[in-house]
T-cell receptor
Framework: EAGVTQFPSHSVIEKGQTVTLRCDPI?????LYWYRRVMGKEIKFLLH????????ESGMPNNRFLAERTGGTYSTLKVQPAELEDSGVYFC??????????????FGQGTRLTVV | SQELEQSPQSLIVQEGKNLTINCTSS?????LYWYKQKYGEGLIFLMM?????EEKSHEKITAKLDEKKQQSSLHITASQPSHAGIYLC?????????????FGKGTLLTVNP
C-alpha cells in the first residue's frame, strides 16, 4: 500500500514567487493534515481537511497560504507570494476516520521549501 | 495552549547502550504519540499511548505514560546505529476530537558504532 506522498521533495524559489506543494494521502483516508517546521522550531499544525472540507485551519499563518483538497483526494498548499520566513519543511499527513483518536496519522516525507 | 518539553535535546550514545528520552506536557495528555524522523524522510509512527500508566513496546523500544498523563518516556534498549534520528513526541491538543497534534522540538539521537 502506498504511503503519503508529497511533491516536490525540494523547492527553491525567490521571494515574491508562488509555490504549490502537493500531497497525495493514503487511499481511503478522509483526514488530511498539513504541518510545517521552520528552522529551529517545533513542527506546527497548519490545517485539517475532512474529505474536501476544511475542518480546522487555525494554524494557517496568514492569507498568503491557500490550501485546497479537490474532491477529497489530493491536496495542494499554495504560498503566494512567498516570503523568506516561509522557508521550512512542510509535512502532510493522513488518517482514516475522523474522531477516532486511536488511529494514528501517517506522515509524508515532507517538502523542503527554501525562499531566497 | 499545550506545550511539550523534550529532554535531552540531543544525545550521543555508544552502540549497545540503553537510553531514555522524556516528554513532559504542560497539560493532561489525551493521547501521546512518539515518532521518529530520519534526515530527509517523513515522520515514522512508533507508538501511541492513551491511558495513565500505559506501557507499550515494539522491538527494543518501550514507551510509557505516567499515571497523571503528563509525562512520557521512550526507552531504547541495546541501541543500534539504526536507532539514530530525531525522536518527536506529539500530543493530541484537541481533547480527542480530531487529530491536531502539538509536537515537542525533538531529541536528536546519535548512536556511535
Amino acid at each position: 500500500e502506498a504511503g503519503v506522498t508529497q511533491f516536490p521533495s525540494h523547492s527553491v524559489i525567490e521571494k515574491g514567487q508562488t509555490v504549490t506543494l502537493r500531497c497525495d494521502p493514503i487511499s481511503g483516508h478522509d483526514n488530511l493534515y498539513w504541518y510545517r517546521r521552520v528552522m529551529g522550531k517545533e513542527i506546527k499544525f497548519l490545517l485539517h481537511f475532512v474529505k474536501e472540507s476544511k475542518q480546522d485551519e487555525s494554524g494557517m499563518p496568514n492569507n498568503r497560504f491557500l490550501a485546497e483538497r479537490t474532491g477529497g483526494t489530493y491536496s495542494t498548499l499554495k504560498v503566494q507570494p512567498a516570503e523568506l520566513e516561509d522557508s521550512g519543511v512542510y509535512f502532510c499527513a493522513s488518517s482514516q476516520d475522523w474522531g477516532r483518536v486511536d488511529t494514528e496519522a501517517f506522515f509524508g516525507q515532507g517538502t523542503r521549501l527554501t525562499v531566497v | 495552549s499545550q506545550e511539550l518539553e523534550q529532554s535531552p535535546q540531543s544525545l550521543i550514545v555508544q552502540e549497545g547502550k540503553n537510553l531514555t528520552i522524556n516528554c513532559t506536557s504542560s497539560k493532561t495528555l489525551y493521547g501521546l504519540y512518539w515518532y521518529k524522523q530520519k534526515y530527509g524522510e517523513g515522520l515514522i509512527f512508533l507508538m501511541m499511548l492513551q491511558k495513565g500508566g500505559e506501557e507499550k513496546s515494539h522491538e527494543k523500544i518501550t514507551a510509557k505514560l505516567d499515571e497523571k498523563k503528563q509525562q512520557s518516556s521512550l526507552h531504547i534498549t541495546a541501541s543500534q546505529p539504526s536507532h539514530a534520528g530525531i525522536y518527536l513526541c506529539g500530543a493530541d491538543s484537541s481533547g480527542g476530537s480530531n487529530y491536531k497534534l502539538t509536537f515537542g522540538k525533538g531529541t536528536l539521537l546519535t548512536v556511535n558504532p
